[in-house]
């Protein structure tokens, strides 16, 4: 256990076991879309950090984007309204598309961004997720790469926050539910 100021921190996944994951993310990636053009397409703020390391392992070929959606608050968690803030710079046409994101919780953001992204006729659309928390699916949908399975936990770090905090974490942990507040 870490202690940050007020909040306990337990570490869930550790930096060395992330960097050995994102490495072979990306050669799974790489092995499946070959020598072509990829476009990294990271979902703005949470995937960050992801995105710069996931990136490193790729050679001349890959380029990237970014795209922000709105977070939905506590209150509309469940309605499933995702509204694009910033989006990506360039076509997508007849190009490799992976998004890259670092948390599926309910499958709502990426259930509509594949929807969207399709829609520019991108050659491919794959989704690269860093955590996946299956047991809080609403939206069913298909993540082509996922770097680890966890539970319903609060997790932060590694690009993930809590009100805009502990982004800067080395490592995935979970907060203790008393300083949640
Ligand atoms: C997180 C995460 C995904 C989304 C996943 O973003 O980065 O975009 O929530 O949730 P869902 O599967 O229930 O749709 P968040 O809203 O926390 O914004 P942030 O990345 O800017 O922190």
Not at 70 to 78: F, H, P, R
Not at 88 to 113: P, R
Request: net charge negative; proline share 3%; hydrophobic share 45%.
């Amino acid at each position: 256990m870490i202690t940050l100021e007020t909040a306990r921190v337990d570490v869930l996944i550790d930096a060395e076991a992330i960097a050995a994951r994102v490495a072979q993310l990306a050669k799974d990636i790489q092995h499946d879309i070959g020598d072509e053009p990829i476009l990294l397409v990271a979902v703005l703020k949470g995937s960050f950090v992801f995105l710069a390391d996931l990136c490193r392992h790729f050679g001349s070929n890959v380029s990237l984007d970014f795209l922000q959606v709105s977070s939905y608050g506590d209150g509309t968690k469940s309605s499933g309204i995702v509204q694009i803030l910033k989006d990506i710079d360039q076509s997508l046409e007849g190009k490799n598309v992976v998004i890259v994101e670092d948390i599926v919780d309910t499958g709502a953001t990426l259930a509509h961004l594949r929807e969207l992204l399709w829609l520019r006729q991108p050659k491919s659309l794959r989704i690269v997720a860093l955590l996946n928390k299956p047991e809080t699916r609403k939206v069913d949908i298909r993540i082509d790469y996922v770097g680890f399975e966890i539970p319903n936990q609060f997790v932060v770090g590694y690009g993930l926050d809590i009100a805009e905090k502990y982004r800067n974490l080395p490592f995935v942990g979970v907060l203790h539910p008393e300083d949640l507040s």
